[in-house]
């Protein structure tokens, strides 16, 4: 992100507890102006927008409940006969439509956080060892007790919430549910976005992480290591590989998404 990215990434963690609500609406006032009022504008700063909204949620998959898809960059606009067009930008809903995730209102955010740290406090009480091992027993959790979600079309499998408390989820719930107990441990995690050949050798969405471990990073792909999904029959296929390995593995295609990741090795 550029620094109008940086600054939306900011003012929507800044004010996380209001977006609680899933009707509070992000005043910029003229923050965008000039920018607005240069060729192409509009195009560049919504491709701000959606980098900062990508970044926060991968950055933190605590936040379980916004619907990224029911946010929307809002642009007001004056012409002035002297002094041009003004112009306002907001983020907000649309309509009066809540910006949270099906099954969450504001009144039941918390409790869901509650459900979730619970759970995390219990995995991360029978974690010990190195890094290595630490990152194995997590690993290894997550496939013992998640169910991959074939038929996407529950709520809420795309985050962490359906991942830990449903546990039924698809590969960015298995990913950002790994992530957020990296992020406990205090082990350097990332979640990526990509693509990737499902075992029918068709081309889709994917996401995975990768952890660092001194100093260098491996890419671990639990979703893949689940026996029971419909892509591998072996735990540990995709547990700490290079990114050599990840590419070549069974003739896989793991690759970042370039609109995400513009330079990623």
Not at 184 to 203: D, R
Not at 240 to 245: D, I
Request: negative net charge.
């Amino acid at each position: 992100m550029d620094s109008d990215g940086k600054v939306i990434y900011d003012a929507i963690i800044d004010n996380l507890p209001k977006l609680k609500s899933g009707s509070y609406t992000v005043e910029f006032g003229d923050r965008f102006n000039d920018l607005l009022n240069t060729e192409n504008g509009e195009e560049i700063l919504n491709n701000h927008f959606q980098s900062a909204l990508n970044a926060v949620l991968l950055d933190n998959p605590d936040i379980f409940y916004i619907d990224i898809t029911k946010m929307y960059l809002l642009t007001k606009s004056t012409t002035y006969a002297f002094f041009g067009t003004k112009y306002e930008v907001s983020i907000g809903p649309v309509d009066g439509e809540a910006y949270l995730n099906n099954g969450f209102t504001s009144s039941n955010i918390k409790n869901a956080e509650t459900s979730l740290t619970n759970i995390k406090d219990g995995i991360i009480r029978n974690v010990n060892g190195d890094t290595v091992d630490k990152i194995k027993k997590v690993h290894d959790y997550l496939i013992d007790n998640l169910e991959y979600d074939s038929t996407f079309e529950n709520d809420n499998i795309y985050n962490m919430y359906g991942a830990l408390v449903n546990e039924l989820t698809v590969c960015e719930g298995y990913a950002k549910a790994f992530k957020s107990i990296m992020d406990e441990l205090k082990i350097p995690c990332v979640v990526v976005c990509g693509y990737a050949q499902n075992s029918k050798g068709e081309t889709e969405n994917h996401a995975w992480n990768y952890v660092m471990i001194d100093n260098e990073w491996y890419a671990i792909d639990t979703t893949w290591d689940d026996p029971i999904s419909e892509f591998n029959a072996n735990r540990d296929t995709y547990f700490l590989v290079s990114y050599e390995e990840l590419t070549n593995l069974k003739d896989d295609t793991h690759s970042f998404d370039k609109t995400i990741y513009k330079e990623a090795y």
